[in-house]
């Protein structure tokens, strides 16, 4: 009969092979050593999850309530327009070109920057996230067909929706080509807004070099 407080505990051969096994290892006199060194661990552990779990939820918290400041500003408008023709890029999505003046977004909304334009100005690119559109219920197939009626083109890649006023693209094509420039000679031979216009159109798959013909192309 075991001594009093201590009871007998009767578990499989592997698992006394396993509680020997880390006696070993630490240096325990006995299993019951190696038992009571499981527990502590595992009360550490439970005590280190529910701490993390209450990070989580603080961590959620402060996500939604960011997520509902940004969707105010969204809906407050764009920055004022500046005096100079130029190409604005926001951190998280749309990018902007008017004649005459840069209009801004502080979020990737295309509505929001087209209400900031003069009245005959139009937008030269249009870029935002996959992810937006999904949150404002934009259906993207039928936002690019709109706008490729209007006359942009318009194409879906690396999470984005790209849209490029296609007169500029057929310029810069026939820029491209008539000073038979090469892929990595673009800041050579382009400056300021037609720059920046290239840059995004190559990004958006909507103008590449050929490399077989040593020609610049577009989807026109």
């Given at each position: 009969?075991?001594?009093?407080?201590?009871?007998?505990?009767?578990?499989?051969?592997?698992?006394?092979?396993?509680?020997?096994?880390?006696?070993?290892?630490?240096?325990?006199?006995?299993?019951?050593?190696?038992?009571?060194?499981?527990?502590?661990?595992?009360?550490?552990?439970?005590?280190?999850?529910?701490?993390?779990?209450?990070?989580?939820?603080?961590?959620?918290?402060?996500?939604?309530?960011?997520?509902?400041k940004l969707d105010k500003l969204l809906?407050?408008?764009?920055?004022?327009?500046?005096?100079?023709?130029?190409?604005?890029?926001?951190?998280?999505?749309?990018?902007?070109?008017?004649?005459?003046?840069?209009?801004?977004?502080?979020?990737?909304?295309?509505?929001?920057?087209?209400?900031?334009?003069?009245?005959?100005?139009?937008?030269?690119?249009?870029?935002?996230?996959?992810?937006?559109?999904?949150?404002?219920?934009?259906?993207?197939?039928?936002?690019?067909?709109?706008?490729?009626?209007?006359?942009?083109?318009?194409?879906?890649?690396?999470?984005?929706?790209?849209?490029?006023?296609?007169?500029?693209?057929?310029?810069?094509?026939?820029?491209?080509?008539?000073?038979?420039?090469?892929?990595?000679d673009l800041d050579k031979v382009l400056s300021g807004e037609k720059?920046?216009?290239?840059?995004?159109?190559?990004?958006?798959?909507?103008?590449?070099?050929?490399?077989?013909?040593?020609?610049?192309?577009?989807?026109?």
């Amino acid at each position: 009969m075991p001594p009093r407080g201590w009871v007998t505990v009767s578990v499989r051969e592997d698992v006394r092979r396993a509680l020997e096994d880390i006696a070993s290892q630490k240096g325990f006199s006995s299993l019951n050593d190696v038992i009571a060194f499981l527990l502590d661990k595992y009360r550490e552990f439970t005590d280190i999850s529910v701490k993390l779990t209450d990070v989580s939820v603080r961590c959620d918290k402060l996500l939604t309530d960011i997520s509902v400041k940004l969707d105010k500003l969204l809906q407050t408008g764009a920055t004022p327009p500046q005096t100079k023709a130029s190409t604005t890029t926001t951190s998280t999505g749309i990018v902007t070109t008017t004649s005459g003046n840069v209009t801004t977004s502080t979020g990737n909304n295309p509505q929001v920057a087209q209400s900031k334009a003069k009245a005959g100005e139009r937008k030269h690119v249009i870029v935002f996230t996959l992810e937006w559109a999904r949150q404002k219920g934009i259906n993207i197939e039928e936002y690019m067909a709109k706008k490729e009626k209007e006359g942009y083109t318009c194409n879906e890649a690396n999470r984005k929706v790209y849209c490029i006023w296609r007169e500029d693209i057929e310029q810069l094509v026939v820029d491209l080509n008539s000073m038979n420039a090469k892929l990595n000679d673009l800041d050579k031979v382009l400056s300021g807004e037609k720059l920046e216009t290239a840059k995004v159109a190559i990004e958006a798959g909507l103008l590449w070099f050929d490399g077989k013909e040593k020609r610049w192309r577009a989807p026109l």
